[in-house]
């Protein structure tokens, strides 16, 4: 790369553009990047005003692949419609677990401290509610709020419960590349936040906003009857 390589601020020009082992073929995202940019109708200009960058930081972000500058490859990865590994990976956006299981795999049962530690204060989990003709599972936005869940729905919603019903709630990460992961399930009763003071409270929580969007004024807590949660990894 010459030394007139453009940057952007907080960023320095790799010396080596050329992949290591493993790692992702700047050749092959850079083609992905100009056939999905003509599938789009988007000129090299127009689609680096869509992902805020200069033209000629465009070219050179997809000359250095996905390592020169991360975030500047998510911008780009949605100014194109498509997610991160899409772009970097090619295909289409899999469901997790695609890859291969540890060689001496080793089930460990979580305790409930641990459980919590995992969960931490924000993120997305799944809900499994009683519904015809059998359970909904839904993902949601949730916060923690003294060692119970919520959640913010819309009244009346599939996601929204009467208060006391019997409900569980699922999160799980999973670490493809080294093949481990862990998974936390509590189990409980459904309660709607009514208090002035607990729904602003619940509002100004990190995380409280859905991904989804829209008005979804109504919070429902999860008061946790049980907790449990089991990792897997490798000897």
């Known amino acids: 790369m010459n030394d007139n390589a453009p940057t952007e601020p907080g960023h320095a020009p790799s010396g080596d553009a050329s992949p290591g082992p493993g790692e992702p073929d700047p050749t092959e995202i850079a083609r992905r990047i100009d056939e999905r940019r003509d599938a789009l109708g988007l000129s090299e200009a127009e689609l680096a005003a869509k992902a805020g960058m200069a033209t000629r930081y465009l070219q ?97 919603s599939a996601a929204a419960p009467d208060t006391g019903t019997t ?24 309660e709607h936040v009514t208090t002035h003071e607990e729904i602003e409270r619940l509002n100004r929580h990190p995380g409280s906003e859905p991904w989804a969007g829209g008005d979804n004024p109504l919070w429902i807590r999860i008061r946790p009857t049980r907790v449990t949660g089991r990792r897997v990894g490798s000897l």
């Open 167 to 190: 409900l569980s709630f699922q999160i799980d990460r999973i670490d493809e590349k080294l093949s481990r992961g862990w998974s936390v399930l509590l189990a409980g009763t459904a």
């Open 60 to 156: 050179h972000l997809a000359e250095a692949g996905p390592a020169f500058d991360p975030g500047g490859f998510l911008r780009l990865a949605s100014a194109l419609g498509l997610s991160h590994r899409e772009l970097v990976e090619g295909g289409t956006d899999r469901p997790p677990g695609q890859g291969r299981a540890p060689e001496h795999p080793v089930l460990v049962q979580l305790g409930v401290r641990e459980c919590w530690e995992r969960i931490g204060d924000h993120g997305v989990g799944r809900v499994a509610l009683p519904a015809g003709p059998g359970p909904a599972v839904l993902p949601v936005n949730y916060v923690v709020d003294a060692r119970t869940i919520a959640y913010r729905t819309t009244p009346h």
